[in-house]
């Protein structure tokens, strides 16, 4: 039976490219009224061209304030997919202060912004809902050269588990996902040198990287009601890497 969301209204972040335009093209086709977010233009309106029932909005969500503001004017939703994110590569001795802030603003404090936003409509309108962040494998290992990005997303796995536990008893689920490199342009810009990727490929027992669709299977579920038991898990998406 297909997983269907008519009646639904979903929000993607980070909607423009990878694996957040797959998830709201999948959200469309399985019915949900469905509006995406990301910085490009240009992405949106290829999106749009290819998913017109789609919505698009260009928001820069790493700025707090502005971003909250375009976001409350939105409207209602009863699907959340925290998906934007972006990586830095440096070894940790190297990290600068940028690097910190650039990467912390989108993958946690833009994903802590939107969730309270569209949570707290849910809490007033006591529809309940589901949200999905997207994290990463990465918060369950140590990645070399990736410090701040690991750190941004064990961040949003701790973050997880308090949403569950303060926003379940209102009906609203919060669960992730932590996939292993996927090749969209940021599995490309971290993985694409075999010599740094086979000893991570050499621990998968499926012996893959993700797939951009195995990661929205297990989204699609988790905001699913086929998910309605399923609050506060850091879903591995990753082949088996962890079990290693
Ligand atoms: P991509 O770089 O392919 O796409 C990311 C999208 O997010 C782009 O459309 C980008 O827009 C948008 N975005 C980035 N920052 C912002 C922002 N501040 N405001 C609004 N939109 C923004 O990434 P992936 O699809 O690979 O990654 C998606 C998620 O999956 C991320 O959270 C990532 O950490 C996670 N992930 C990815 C893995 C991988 O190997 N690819 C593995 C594990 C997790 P623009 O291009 O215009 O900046």
């Not at 050269?145 to 941004?152: D, K, Q």
Request: hydrophobic share 45%.
């Amino acid at each position: 039976m297909d997983i269907q969301f008519k009646g639904k209204r979903a929000l993607v972040t980070g909607a423009g490219k990878g694996i957040g335009r797959a998830i709201a093209m999948k959200l469309a086709l399985c019915g949900a009224e469905t509006v995406a977010i990301s910085r490009t233009q240009a992405d949106l309106d290829s999106l749009k061209a290819e998913s017109p029932s789609i919505e698009t909005h260009v928001i820069d969500l790493s700025v707090w304030s502005s971003a909250k503001k375009a976001l409350e004017a939105l409207g209602h939703f009863d699907l959340l997919v925290n998906n934007a994110g972006v990586s830095r590569i440096a070894p940790f001795t190297e990290v600068t202060e940028e690097d910190f802030d650039y990467v912390f603003n989108t993958n946690f404090k833009a994903l802590f912004n939107v969730s309270q936003v569209v949570a707290k409509s849910m809490k007033e309108k006591k529809s309940g809902g589901a949200i999905v962040h997207v994290s990463s494998a990465a918060s369950k290992q140590g990645l070399n050269n990736h410090a701040v990005y690991c750190s941004t997303k064990g961040a949003v796995d701790s973050l997880t588990m308090v949403m569950a536990l303060e926003l379940g008893p209102h009906k609203i689920r919060t669960n992730a996902v932590n996939p292993t490199a996927t090749m969209t342009d940021m599995g490309k810009y971290a993985w694409s040198d075999p010599q740094k990727s086979k000893p991570l490929l050499n621990r998968i027992p499926l012996g893959r990287f993700a797939e951009v669709d195995d990661v929205v299977e297990a989204v699609l579920w988790l905001l699913s009601d086929r998910a309605s038991y399923i609050n506060g898990v850091t879903l591995p998406v990753e082949g088996g890497l962890l079990v290693a």
